[in-house]
Structures are given as structure tokens and as C-alpha cells.
């Protein structure tokens, strides 16, 4: 059976003596109950998993009867610890709190109940841990599946990945490539949307997030202002309403939108956003093209790939505590700037025979970043980036 690498880290983290509520957190789909049942059959731990899905969101009670299940039951058994897990935690008003208040009850009476909360929803789980749990948690972010992940799990090589992306529970279905575009959009964009989104946030204008994340998968790698955005949707409202269902649709795990590198931090937020999907099959199940046919039009599969190296920094970035951006000065661009501790590395992405581009002597000249790096068919191979983790690069 495949195991993530950051079940050894969650491992470890129960198994130490002291207590912290563990959460995880990630988009819809990538593993994490499938990660933490993997962990329960590990540990030689008693534990209740219980989930919040379909639990109505007003239920406040729900979670103490939880609780109170969790710790009669290691009475019962008079263990000396016990594991109790809740999944979809955000689903719940003011779990936050709940979750507080049971735990400094266990902790003044020492009571050695451990607990680890699972959320798809990062932007909420987010709020409730800096409001109320300060001091009394770890997180754990769990992406998108790497290529790295798929072909050891599913023996998928780059092109797959390119095309067919980081949902695992897809990789069955790519055979019948009309089945597996009908199960991401239907199974788990929508699903995402609908729940992770518009059932937990105030979105005054659904249909126009909607179209949103339409218009960023089809410019996933290129830098559009608010101004052409708005020019693109009909309906589309003032930039400030933009932004905010695209933050939103980040937080999600499904589309970002990268800000414009620059020494002031003003200037980054007020840049155009430059869209990258978070994962490839995000752009692939809305395209009418085939896996063969998008192979063969040099030009489009040039944009996958560089979509696909997005994504892998996007999510890496999630994890290794880098910050990723562009930059573009007129008609001079950078493809990705990665920016960690005051250390700058500069990407420049080609796929094809495409001219140079006079883009990275202009940033090397005004920035002089640590590194600069050709990615594509020549300089590093895209092959090779995808197999590695991006903070290496530093």
C-alpha cells in the first residue's frame, strides 16, 4: 500500500509525549482519511474517527458528544492514551472554540487524549486555530500529489502527469479519458466549490466565482490584470470582489492567482495576478482535446507543461515555506521567482524553440537573484524539477 511521506511526520507527532492537538489540513481528494486510517492501523493506540460531513453546521453539541465518547471510552479501557480523530472540522459553527474548551479540560486533568482534526477548508480552519486554539496546535499541510507520488504509486511518467495531473483517486479511470474529465469536474471541482466554498463563505455572486476559476483554467500561466478579467466576465463586479473569490478558490486548492515580485510589499498585492492551477487536471478535464491530440499541437502542450511546473511549486511552496511570484516589466518576464530567508532563484520555463527572452538579464540587473535557471527542454529538463522538491533549488 502506498504511504504519503508525511505520515512518518504525523506518526512521530502522536507518539511524542508532549500534547498537541495535530491538524491537517488540504484540498478535497488527496488523501488525508485515507492517511490517517493508514496511521490508526499503525499505532498500537485505541481510537474513535468520527466525521462532520453530515453533521448540520448549527450541531455545536456535536462535537462534545464526540468527546465525551472519546474519553469514556479510554476509561473503558483504561488506556494511558487515546486517539480520537474528526474529519471535515470546519463544517461545525464555532469549532473552534468547542474544541478549546474540551481540551484545557483534559489537559488540567491530565488526561492524555490525543486529537487530530482534518479540514478541507484551509482558509476556515485557518481562522479558527489563530482565534482560539493559540499555542495548542500543529499543522500539517497536505497538497496535491507530486509526480513523484503518482509514478510510484500508480507508474505514471511526466507526460501523464502533465495531462492527467495529482488526484489519485482519478488514476484509475484515465483509460476512458471521457469518464475520468467527467469524474474531476463533476466529483471533485464542483464538490469543491459547492462545499469547501459557497456552503462555508459569503460569496454574493456564485456564478461569477465560478466563471472565475473557468477563465483562470484557461489562462493557468499567464498574467492577465483585473481590468482584462473583468473585460472577460460578464456580471464581474469591482477588482476588490475579484480578488476575494480568488483567494478564495486558493485557499480551496484549486486556483491561484501569483502576485508580481517586487521589492515593496504594496506593490506585490497590487499587482495583476498572474493564474496558476493547483493541479493540471483542473485545466485538462474542461479542454476539448484528448491526451494524444494535445500532445501534438507543440504550443498548448508547452502551456501544460508549464502549468504543470506551476503546480509543483505552488504546492511545494505550501510545504517547504517559500514564497513564489513572477515578475514582468513591459514586455520583459520571468516565469516564477521562488523567494525564501532573503534567497532569490529565478525560473525561466521553455518548452520549445521560442527566442530568448531578454526578461532574466533585466531581473538579474535590478534584483541579482542567487540563482538563475533555464527550465525546459534544454538547462534543467522539466522532467527533472518534477521529480524534485523545489526548496533544493535554494
Known amino acids: 500500500m502506498f504511504e504519503r511521506s508525511t505520515i512518518k511526520v504525523l506518526s512521530n507527532r502522536i507518539k511524542e509525549s508532549r500534547r498537541f492537538i495535530q491538524v491537517v489540513m488540504g484540498p478535497r481528494q488527496v488523501g488525508k482519511t485515507t492517511m490517517v486510517v493508514q496511521l490508526t492501523q499503525q499505532l498500537k493506540m485505541e481510537y474513535i474517527f468520527e466525521s462532520a460531513d453530515a453533521i448540520p453546521a448549527s450541531d455545536s453539541l456535536w462535537i ?3 468527546w465525551n465518547v472519546a474519553r469514556l471510552k479510554m476509561d473503558q479501557s483504561d488506556a494511558p492514551e487515546f486517539l480520537m480523530v474528526i474529519d471535515e472540522i470546519q463544517k461545525i459553527n464555532n469549532w473552534s472554540e468547542i474544541i478549546k474548551r474540551l481540551w484545557d479540560e483534559d489537559t488540567l486533568t491530565n488526561r492524555n487524549l490525543k486529537v487530530i482534526l482534518l479540514g478541507s477548508s484551509r482558509l476556515l480552519v485557518q481562522q479558527g486555530l489563530t ?4 499555542g495548542r496546535f500543529e499543522t500539517i499541510y497536505l497538497g496535491h500529489w507530486s509526480f513523484s507520488e503518482m509514478h510510484e504509486a500508480f507508474g505514471w511518467n511526466e507526460e501523464q502527469f502533465v495531462w492527467f495531473g495529482g488526484y489519485p ?3 484509475p ?3 476512458d479519458e471521457e469518464r475520468w474529465k467527467s469524474y474531476v469536474v463533476n466529483a471533485l471541482i464542483e464538490t469543491s466549490i459547492s462545499k469547501d466554498i459557497l456552503m462555508l463563505t459569503r460569496v454574493d455572486k456564485p456564478a ?3 466563471r472565475l476559476f473557468e477563465l483562470g483554467c484557461l489562462y493557468s500561466g499567464q498574467i492577465l490584470s483585473y481590468t ?5 466576465l460578464q456580471d464581474a463586479g469591482n477588482t476588490t470582489t475579484l480578488s476575494h473569490y480568488l483567494s478564495l478558490l486558493d485557499t480551496a486548492g484549486l486556483l491561484a492567482g501569483l502576485e508580481k515580485y517586487a521589492a515593496d510589499i504594496i506593490r506585490k498585492r497590487s499587482s495583476s495576478p498572474k493564474f496558476q492551477v493547483h493541479n493540471t487536471a483542473l485545466v485538462s478535464s474542461q479542454r476539448n482535446e484528448s491526451f494524444e491530440e494535445i500532445k501534438a499541437k507543440p504550443h498548448e502542450w508547452g502551456r501544460m507543461v508549464e502549468s504543470a511546473i506551476g503546480a509543483h511549486l505552488v504546492n511545494a511552496a505550501q510545504v517547504s515555506g517559500f514564497n ?3 515578475w514582468r516589466h513591459r514586455n520583459e518576464e520571468v516565469d516564477f521567482v521562488l523567494e525564501k530567508r532573503g534567497r532569490i532563484v ?3 520555463v521553455k518548452t520549445g524553440t521560442e527566442s530568448a527572452n531578454p526578461g532574466m538579464k533585466a531581473f538579474r540587473e535590478q534584483f541579482n537573484p542567487d540563482k538563475i535557471l533555464l527550465v525546459g527542454n534544454k538547462g534543467l529538463h522539466w522532467q527533472e524539477l518534477l521529480k524534485m522538491n523545489p526548496v533544493e533549488l535554494f
Do not use: C, H, N, P
Not at 482565534?131 to 493559540?134: D, F, I, M, R
Not at 482584462?228 to 472577460?232: F, H, P, S, T
Open 346 to 348: 529565478a525560473l525561466e
Open 208 to 210: 461569477l466565482m465560478k
Open 131 to 134: 482565534e482560539s486554539l493559540a
Open 228 to 232: 482584462k478579467i473583468q473585460g472577460q
Open 64 to 66: 462534545e458528544q464526540v
Open 169 to 171: 483517486g482519478s488514476a
Open 324 to 326: 513564489l511570484f513572477y
Open 173 to 175: 479511470l484515465i483509460s
